[in-house]
C-alpha cells in the first residue's frame, strides 16, 4: 500500500473538510434578531472556525476563554481593541488579532454587509461574551447560531 492509499485508510470525513468562504458568507439573510449570525466551520477543543456575518454595532466586550483571530471576508467598518482611541478603519483582506480578556468593539459599519471568517483558540463556547456596560446586551442577543 502507497502513502496515499494509507493516508486515506487513516483520515476519516471528519479530519478534512474545504470550504467556500464566499458562499458560506453570502448564504446568511439579510436580517437578524441578534447583532451577529454565525455558523461553525470546524468546532474541536483545540480551536474552532467560524464565519459570522455582522448586523449592527458591537458595544464593548470580551472572551474570557478564547483569543480570537477575525479575517475580514466583506464589507468595512471601524474597530477598536484594548482601548477606543485605537480605533481604526477595517476592509476586506485584513486580519485582526487579540487576546482573551482584551475589550474589543465594532462602533461604525461603513459599507455592508459585514462578515468575518474567526478562528479562536480555544474553542470559544458561544456564552462567553461579556460586555463591559451589562445593559448592552446578553449572549443570546449577541450571537445565534444559523
Request: hydrophobic content about 35%; overall charge negative.
Amino acid at each position: 500500500m502507497g502513502v496515499k492509499g494509507f493516508k486515506n485508510l487513516m483520515a476519516d470525513k471528519q479530519s478534512y473538510q474545504r470550504f467556500h468562504l464566499n458562499q458560506v458568507a453570502q448564504s446568511f439573510p439579510d436580517t437578524a434578531e441578534t447583532m451577529l449570525l454565525d455558523t461553525y466551520l470546524t468546532d474541536e477543543a483545540a480551536a474552532s472556525a467560524r464565519v459570522f456575518r455582522v448586523y449592527r454595532e458591537t458595544p464593548p466586550h470580551y472572551h474570557a476563554g478564547c483569543d480570537e483571530y477575525l479575517y475580514v471576508l466583506s464589507g468595512r467598518g471601524t474597530f477598536w481593541m484594548n482601548d477606543p482611541s485605537n480605533a481604526g478603519e477595517f476592509a476586506p483582506g485584513d486580519l485582526l488579532f487579540f487576546k482573551r480578556t482584551i475589550v474589543h468593539a465594532l462602533p461604525k459599519i461603513l459599507e455592508g454587509p459585514v462578515a468575518f471568517l474567526s478562528f479562536d483558540t480555544p474553542r470559544r463556547d458561544p456564552k462567553d461574551v461579556i460586555f463591559v456596560n451589562p445593559e448592552d446586551g446578553t449572549p443570546e442577543s449577541f450571537v445565534r447560531g444559523r
